[in-house]
């Protein structure tokens, strides 16, 4: 819907101005929304469960099998995951099965070259972790890193503004240190089933405006942004196996969803993935947008991914909106699509696909 979309990209803007210089006005919520929204999301908690377990340590090399024996034999590049119980693979029990590790595998696998695993994400982060995970990951020297992050924000009503600055110092911080950059923006809260309208709407709308904002904060520090948003709402739904045991964080078969979703961009920063020719200038039509309005379609859009434009004059005022070709991971099987849902999604769009990560009520 244009009429939502170029509202999110202005809110997306502000916010994302008011992080750039400091500004302290602008909230995630209104004070009476965020009393609700606690309330309901403690309901949801009470309704669903707590997962009281901890995410497998995948830490390691990954691909050895799939190394160019006929090249001189190279390092591992090296993966690092930041961000929260999404990146950490909460609600699985086996390592392997963690997105850390599928990314890690799989990225072996298109470069023919190991890959080691530095997984710093952890249960319950917010943006304000970011910097502290930092510390741990940048001795490593990653090639690239993957941050998940911005569910936690929202439930736990933190500024907005402070939030995006904080996950753009991160994302500069990695892009100075050669380190190339992939964000898997807010994902959708408003697809937690236990929360009911008119909440759940106003939960998918503060996501959306913060993955908007994020992303526009994430381009300009040089990184780029695949949108999680609501891609595993519909098959959440309709196929319990999506689920973990608390039914709100994913399953083995929800993170290899999200992994698949991701695993082109990740590929495509390390000049590993074809890569369509390059605009010279913005164009018409959709793909090439101001990063104001790409970042708002991309977050009504699950599995976009916004990118600076590489053009001369262009800077990153204009950025670049792909859906990359998902493949499947080594012993995985290809994710089904499945487009939002009208009925219950104000903002569905018709040319939403899905494959996405989180779904979750309580801490991501």
């Known amino acids: 819907m244009p009429g939502a979309r170029d509202s999110r990209a202005r809110v997306a803007r502000r916010i994302a101005t008011a992080a750039a210089y400091g500004g302290g006005g602008l909230g ?3 004070v009476g929304l ?3 929204l606690l309330t309901e999301s403690k309901l949801a908690i009470q309704a669903i ?3 009281e377990t901890v995410p497998p340590k995948a830490d390691g090399v990954y691909g050895e099998a799939f190394a160019d024996r006929s090249a001189a034999p190279q390092p591992p590049l090296v993966l690092a995951v930041l961000g929260d119980s999404t990146g950490a693979g909460l609600g699985v029990a086996r390592a392997r099965e963690t997105p850390g590790a599928l990314l890690a595998a799989g990225l072996a696998s298109v470069a023919e070259r190991p890959v080691r695993l530095v997984n710093v994400a952890r249960s319950g982060g917010r943006s304000a972790d970011l910097s502290g995970q930092l510390e741990q ?3 490593h020297r990653p090639d690239v890193a993957v941050i998940m992050i911005g569910a936690n924000d929202v439930t736990r009503h933190s500024p907005a503004q402070v939030a995006v600055r904080q996950l753009g110092e991160a994302v500069a911080a990695l892009r100075a240190n050669g380190c190339e ?3 898997g923006t807010c994902p959708d809260l408003g697809t937690i089933k236990p929360v009911r309208p008119p909440l759940r709407w106003v939960a998918r709308r503060l996501s959306r405006q913060l993955a908007a904002a994020q992303t526009i904060a994430v381009v300009e520090a040089g990184g780029r942004t695949v949108s999680l948003g609501s891609l595993l709402g519909p098959e959440f739904a309709a196929r319990p196996e999506m689920f973990a045991a608390d039914r709100y964080h994913p399953s083995a078969q929800g993170y290899a969803t999200a992994s698949m979703a991701v695993l082109p961009s990740v590929c495509a920063t390390l000049g590993l993935w074809p890569e369509e020719e390059r605009p ?3 164009v018409p039509g959709g793909t090439v947008l101001p990063v104001a309005v790409a970042a708002a379609t991309a977050a009504g859009r699950a599995g976009t991914e916004v990118a600076a434009v590489e053009a001369e004059g262009a800077g990153r005022r204009w950025a670049l909106l792909r859906h990359r070709l998902r493949i499947g991971l080594p012993g995985q099987e290809g994710g089904k699509e ?5 009925d219950t ?3 569905a769009d018709p040319g939403n696909t899905s494959a996405s990560s989180h779904a979750g009520a309580g801490d991501a």
């Open 137 to 139: 990951v940048l001795p």
């Open 181 to 183: 950059v992939v964000v």
């Open 338 to 342: 499945a487009g939002g849902d009208p």
């Open 34 to 36: 965020v009393g609700l």
């Open 28 to 30: 995630l919520l209104g």
């Open 345 to 347: 999604d104000p903002d």
């Open 49 to 51: 469960g707590v997962l």
């Open 280 to 282: 010279s200038a913005p």
